[in-house]
Structure formats: structure tokens, C-alpha cells
């Protein structure tokens, strides 16, 4: 069964601090992608990132950085200097490789994400 | 392009009562998934379509819940005989094949309160 873990309920960090999402995942298949997605307040899931297992890359794209590592099965998100705007909860989730063919995602339990001024 | 699209976007219904959401995939989107937001059970995965085909119902909670898909297109998630348990957000979300794996993209859900 595949399973993933979001440690911290919630963090609160002052505008312009760095700040790291933690997501721990557990999974028997040997392919399988890796997944954020943003919720702000609003409530629509924003699709952020997709990494699939093969590729241990790390990648950045503006602010946002992520940290994807076999060895400790971690897929972890990095904020650069925060923004108000970034304020939402972040959900990590987990999908296993089907031949290609389409597949649920296993969420976890989200990191509600504060920035204030 | 229109993104998901979900109706209704509020639905307060009594205890006991059949309730069906709506979901309008993005045009061209080939698998379609429900989803369910609650307080106490995080986001969970219901039900998902390849096509007008469920190869995937493993999530739905009970014989109280079922789900169509038309056309290819509009899905259709029947609740019946609601109960207090079943209120949360419903989510949908489609996604077509990007090189080896499918982004989902998700809809703004439909609240769900049951009385």
C-alpha cells in the first residue's frame, strides 16, 4: 500500500524567511511519480510539481525548489523567500506507474503554510 | 482553455436524501477522478474513469455512492440516501497522458453539507 507522510501540520513564518515542507512517502512499486499541489484559501488544488522516480534531479523554478530523494524516500519542498501570497496548504501526494496508464493519487495530509508580515 | 468545471458549488441536502454532483472535464481529457475533502479522512481518492470505463472504484466508501461517465466527457457522482458523514468537499479532477504519467488538474468541488 502506498502511503504518504506530511509531518507538519502547520508552520508560521514571517514574510521573506526560507521555509521547507517536509514529505515522507512509502511505496512496493519500483516506478512511481511524486506530486505537490498548492490549496489556497480559495480551495482549488493547484498542480505545482511532478517527478517520477527515475529522475533524482532537484529542481528549481522561481521561488520554489524541490529536494526529491530515494535513500530516505523524501520529496520535500522549499519556499525561497516567502511570500504572503504562498499562505495555503500544500499537499504532497504519491501515484504508482501503470504501464502509462492513469493512476489515483494518495495524498497526504497537508502542511497548512502561514506568512505574515 | 476552460478548466474542471464542478455543479453545484454548494449543496445542502437533508438526511436521507439522493444528491448528484456534476463534473465537466477539460475538453480532450481522457481519465477522469473524484476525490473527497473531509476534515476528519484528509483528501481520498473515490473513484477514477479511463474513458467511460472505472477500472478504479476501490475508493468509493459504500454501496451508497456511485459514479457515471458519459460520452467521455461528464461525470455524474450519485449519493443515495445521504447521511451526516458523507458531507465534504467533492472533488473532481481530470488529466490526458504527458510523456510517461498524467497531471491531474482539479476542479474548484462541490461542498457538500448533509442535515
Known amino acids: 500500500a502506498q502511503k504518504v507522510t506530511q509531518a507538519q501540520t502547520e508552520i508560521s513564518v514571517v514574510e521573506k524567511e526560507d521555509v521547507t515542507l517536509d514529505c515522507v512517502y512509502e511505496t512496493r512499486d519500483t516506478t512511481y511519480y511524486l506530486f505537490w499541489y498548492k490549496q489556497p484559501p480559495s480551495g482549488e488544488l493547484v498542480f505545482l510539481i511532478r517527478r517520477n522516480s527515475f529522475d533524482e534531479q532537484n529542481e528549481i523554478s522561481g521561488r520554489y525548489s524541490w529536494n526529491f530523494q530515494k535513500s530516505t524516500s523524501s520529496f520535500n519542498f522549499t519556499i525561497t523567500a516567502s511570500q504572503v501570497v504562498d499562505s495555503a496548504v500544500y499537499f504532497c501526494?504519491?501515484?504508482?506507474?501503470?504501464?502509462?496508464?492513469?493512476?489515483?493519487?494518495?495524498f497526504g495530509t497537508g502542511t497548512r503554510l502561514q506568512v505574515t508580515l | 482553455g476552460a478548466g474542471v468545471s464542478q455543479s453545484p458549488s454548494n449543496k445542502v441536502t437533508e438526511k436521507g436524501k439522493d444528491v448528484e454532483l456534476r463534473c465537466d472535464p477539460i475538453?480532450?481529457?481522457?481519465?477522469l477522478y473524484w476525490y473527497r475533502q473531509s476534515l476528519g479522512q484528509g483528501l481520498e481518492f473515490l473513484i477514477y474513469f479511463q474513458g467511460n470505463s472505472a477500472p478504479d472504484k476501490s475508493g468509493l466508501p459504500s454501496d451508497r455512492f456511485s459514479a457515471e461517465r458519459t460520452g467521455g466527457s461528464v461525470s455524474t457522482l450519485t449519493i443515495q440516501r445521504t447521511q451526516q458523514e458523507d458531507s465534504a468537499v467533492y472533488l473532481c479532477?481530470?488529466?490526458?497522458?504527458?510523456?510517461?504519467?498524467?497531471?491531474?488538474?482539479f476542479g474548484p468541488g462541490t461542498r457538500l453539507t448533509v442535515t
Open positions: 501526494a504519491l501515484s504508482e506507474d501503470l504501464a502509462g496508464t492513469a493512476s489515483k493519487l494518495t
Open positions: 475538453s480532450g481529457h481522457t481519465a
Open positions: 479532477a481530470s488529466s490526458t497522458r504527458t510523456g510517461q504519467t498524467y497531471e491531474q488538474y
